[in-house]
């Protein structure tokens, strides 16, 4: 009883240790910031960067534990709040909300192009004696111009819809030693310089800074990456990679090419600037459209 008390009042005599938070591990690829952090065996991966027109914030979720867990997009998982200037959280944007956006931009382009085509006209005057006659004829050539650009508009916005729905994060129960990669949105702070993301998976919290501090760790072997990304149709569940495999890094974050139509909606698909796993190997920007 006399050793308990005295064991007793060494752990009261000495103050408890306070656990340093874990911090991501970070590096770089073209300019782009990408952090990975593993807690209970498993691992999220996220960049978060201005595509345009939001904040996109690409995941990629590995499960390196003994139990199934569930990826679930949404609000209440995935979390992204702007910490300077200002302190506000960005409104998460649904599949619906970005396709709905594209559609709109579509409408519009098909509107203005029927009031440009319906103006474009070719007027010329005759003299008839001491008369002078005006005569008004549609332009053809302008009017086909027109129709081209809402045709373009039309093909553009059902291919961007497409890729928003084959790049959505969706939800995926990841059994053991498999992966999920994808993308959430949300909205655009065009005067933010930091902002703090959170993913809940499976009850564990994920907490990255962008731009992270400066005493953040790097790696001490290449990310993992998983297996390519799968063609449309299948699960998007992939196998997780048995080891640290340097990815294939390529190219930079998407830039319009330059066409009218493109221009007008910054409508070009782009490859942009893959990570650590496959999805960042397509990565579309929802700014593209």
Not at 190 to 206: E, H, L, M, P, Y
Not at 226 to 242: E, F
Not at 244 to 265: H, R
């Amino acid at each position: 009883m006399k050793s308990a008390t005295v064991i007793l009042s060494l752990l009261v005599g000495f103050p408890m240790l306070a656990v340093e938070p874990v911090q991501p591990n970070v590096f770089y690829v073209h300019g782009v910031c990408y952090q990975e952090l593993t807690v209970n065996n498993i691992t999220v991966g996220i960049a978060v960067y201005d595509n345009g027109s939001n904040r996109q914030m690409d995941v990629t979720v590995t499960n390196r534990s003994d139990e199934s867990v569930d990826v679930i997009p949404g609000p209440n998982y995935f979390m992204l709040t702007e910490t300077a200037p200002k302190q506000q959280a960005l409104k998460y944007k649904t599949e619906h909300d970005l396709t709905s956006s594209v559609n709109h931009k579509v409408m519009w382009a098909s509107i203005i192009a029927g009031v440009g085509s319906a103006l474009a006209t070719d007027t010329s005057t005759i003299q008839v004696g001491n008369y002078t006659a005006t005569i008004t004829k549609p332009d053809d050539a302008q009017r086909a111009e027109f129709n081209d650009l809402a045709n373009q508009a039309q093909s553009l916005g059902q291919a961007r819809i497409s890729q928003i729905h084959q790049q959505y994060l969706q939800r995926t129960t990841l059994f053991p030693d498999t992966s999920v990669d994808g993308s959430v949105f949300f909205s655009r702070e065009r005067k933010a310089t930091q902002t703090d993301a959170t993913v809940n998976i499976a009850g564990n919290s994920f907490s990255f800074v962008f731009p992270p501090n400066g005493n953040a760790p790097a790696p001490l072997a290449a990310p993992l990456r998983t297996s390519p990304t799968p063609s449309s149709g299948s699960t998007g569940i992939t196998q997780a990679s048995s080891s640290a495999i340097t990815p294939a890094l390529q190219n930079a974050p998407p830039y319009s090419t330059g066409s009218n139509v493109q221009d007008y909606f910054n409508a070009v698909a782009a490859t942009g600037a893959p990570g650590f796993n496959s999805m960042f190997d397509a990565r579309i920007s929802e700014g593209d459209f």
